[in-house]
C-alpha cells in the first residue's frame, strides 16, 4: 500500500510540471523583451519558473534559428569571450503570437478545470 501511495504521488508531482513546449515560447517571450546571449536566457528562464538545463536551452536556441524564428550574431566583449546574442526575427514574432494564443485557450481550460474542481469539493 505505501509503494502505491509513493508511485502516485511522483505521477502527481509529475503532473504539476509546465509541459516541454512551453520553453520555445519562454524563449521568444524573453528575446522580445531583450536579445540575449545563453547562459542569460539560462538565467531569466529561472525568473519565469522555467528551470530547463543549460544544454536543452541552447538545442532549443537552435532549433530556433533553423526555423528562423531567431537570428544570432557573435558580439565581442571587452570582458571576456565573444558570445552569441540572439535576437527574435518576424517569424519568431509570428510563433511567439500563436503560441500566446493557445497559452490564452490553455489558461481558459484550466480555470474551467478549477471552477468544476472547487464544486466537487464542496459537495
Known amino acids: 500500500m505505501g509503494l502505491e501511495l509513493g508511485v502516485a504521488a511522483r505521477r502527481c508531482a509529475s503532473m504539476g510540471a509546465l509541459p516541454k513546449s512551453f520553453l520555445r ?3 521568444l517571450l524573453l528575446l522580445k523583451e531583450q536579445p540575449g546571449y545563453g547562459y ?30 531567431v537570428s544570432s550574431d557573435w558580439q565581442m566583449s571587452s570582458a571576456g569571450p565573444a558570445r552569441r546574442v540572439y535576437l527574435l ?3 519568431g514574432e509570428y510563433q511567439l503570437q500563436a ?5 490564452v485557450d490553455t489558461h481558459r481550460a484550466i480555470q474551467r478545470y478549477f471552477s468544476r474542481y472547487a464544486t466537487a469539493e464542496s459537495r
Request: aromatic letters at 4%.
Open 99 to 103: 503560441a500566446f494564443e493557445a497559452a
Open 25 to 27: 515560447p519562454s524563449l
Open 40 to 69: 542569460d536566457l539560462v538565467s531569466r528562464l529561472k525568473k519565469l519558473g522555467v528551470d530547463d538545463d543549460t544544454a536543452t536551452v541552447y538545442r532549443a536556441l537552435r532549433t530556433l534559428e533553423q526555423e528562423q524564428a
Open 89 to 91: 526575427t518576424p517569424a
